[in-house]
């Protein structure tokens, strides 16, 4: 909604094959006042967070649960930059914890509990590509 705000194009990536099943299946919202563009990909979620992954230039995780997991392992693993919205509980608090556990880089990760800067950062990095 805030890309919306801010006059941004939205794209929504569907676990369903068509909106039926992403209202009725997945129990889905679908707001065309929010997404200009809603693409079915009908691979269940973990197919769809590949497809919204790697259609990104970056991902940013503001709580989550096991699915945005899954979504920042795809991202990490496609060496995409992270950006994790800290104080905000889940899985963005403890995915950085969990990399420098495992002893892995987190070069790409950026973590900050101030939003504007976590974006700032973001394109900052993405520019340096």
Same mark, same amino acid.
């Given at each position: 909604?805030?890309?919306? &705000? +801010? #006059? ?7 676990? +369903? ?8 299946? =997945?129990? =889905?919202? %679908?707001?065309?006042?929010? /997404? ?6 009908? @691979?269940? %979620? ?11 230039? +970056? ?9 945005? *997991?899954? &979504?920042?392992?795809? +991202? =990490? ?6 950006? *994790? @919205? @800290?104080?905000?509980? #889940?899985?963005?608090?403890? /995915? ?17 509990? &101030?939003?504007? %800067? ?5 394109? &900052? ?5």
């Amino acid at each position: 909604m805030g890309a919306k &705000e +801010a #006059g941004g194009i939205t794209v929504g990536v569907s676990p +369903a094959i068509n909106l039926k099943d992403h209202i009725n299946d =997945y129990n =889905y919202p %679908y707001h065309p006042d929010i /997404f200009d563009s809603l693409i079915f990909t009908g @691979s269940g %979620y973990k197919g769809r967070n590949v497809t919204l992954v790697r259609s990104c230039d +970056a991902v940013i995780s503001v709580m989550g649960m096991i699915g945005t *997991l899954n &979504e920042l392992t795809i +991202a =990490y693993d496609e060496k995409k930059i992270i950006g *994790l @919205s @800290s104080g905000t509980g #889940g899985v963005s608090d403890a /995915f950085l914890d969990v990399l420098e556990k495992m002893g892995k880089s987190v070069d790409n990760i950026i973590s900050s509990n &101030e939003p504007s %800067y976590l974006v700032d950062k973001i394109i &900052e990095s993405l520019n340096c590509l």
